[in-house]
């Protein structure tokens, strides 16, 4: 998620703090059966047919790539959280992209060192947005159905949509605008485990398609390493 400028920011938060490969630039994933649990989440919680909805957890570490395909940029991702908070880090200085993004005590940051076309490289700051704001947007998302991602290893995943639309009006013919969207692929044996997603919608404003993948090749639970960057403001007391 390249939350970039505060309406960027804004828009990406209120999505999922989250999140990263349009769907060509991807091994395509394919509906299929769920795979026999071994103890771990199952659907009973909600319904027969619905597994639990993706949650961020506390604690956890992963790396992967961030891919912006339009652009054809690919660039190596690292995603990491340490009691609630969160950093997400794409690219670096060798790289064409190089941004972070951080749910860091109760803010939402968002810096962006590298982005083509882009001179802009202040670090806002958006205060009242922690995890358990993202993990109750999460609880909204839809679900899609139960897919293979078709890399080494496969990846047996639960396919889930959320988003924020504006205005909120009634079923009806309305006008409707997608502010912020994406899909959200965790392991079905635990929602807590992420391995793709694709955002877009006004988060990706840089981007000229509006669209962003990341894919974790490895996601771990433990603790990983937060570092706010010395140019973004440090959180109210």
């Not at 970039?4 to 703090?17: E, Q």
């Not at 639960?158 to 006008?175: C, D, E, F, I, T």
Request: charge should be positive.
């Amino acid at each position: 998620m390249n939350w970039t400028r505060s309406h960027r920011a804004a828009a990406s938060g209120a999505l999922a703090g989250l999140i990263a490969m349009v769907p060509a630039a991807l091994p395509p994933a394919y509906a299929a059966a769920p795979r026999p649990s071994g103890g771990a989440a199952t659907a009973k919680e909600t319904g027969p047919r619905t597994p639990p909805p993706p949650q961020l957890p506390r604690d956890f570490h992963g790396k992967g790539k961030w891919i912006v395909r339009d652009l054809g940029i690919t660039v190596p991702f690292t995603w990491a959280g340490r009691n609630g908070n969160s950093q997400m880090i794409a690219g670096g200085p060798r790289y064409p992209i190089w941004f972070t993004n951080l749910i860091y005590k109760n803010s939402l940051y968002t810096l962006t060192y590298k982005w083509p076309g882009l001179s802009d490289h202040r670090c806002s700051r958006i205060p009242g947005f922690d995890l358990g704001l993202l993990n109750r947007k999460l609880r909204t998302a839809r679900f899609v159905g139960r897919e293979i991602l078709q890399r080494e290893p496969r990846r047996y995943v639960n396919h889930w949509r959320v988003g924020v639309v504006a205005p909120q009006l009634p079923p009806g013919k309305y006008p409707r605008f997608p502010i912020a969207l994406g899909d959200v692929y965790v392991d079905q044996r635990d929602p807590t485990t992420f391995w793709q997603v694709l955002q877009f919608g006004l988060q990706n404003l840089y981007d000229p398609e509006l669209d962003e993948w990341l894919v974790m090749s490895t996601f771990e639970h433990g603790p990983g390493r937060i570092a706010l960057p010395r140019r973004c403001p440090p959180p109210a007391p």
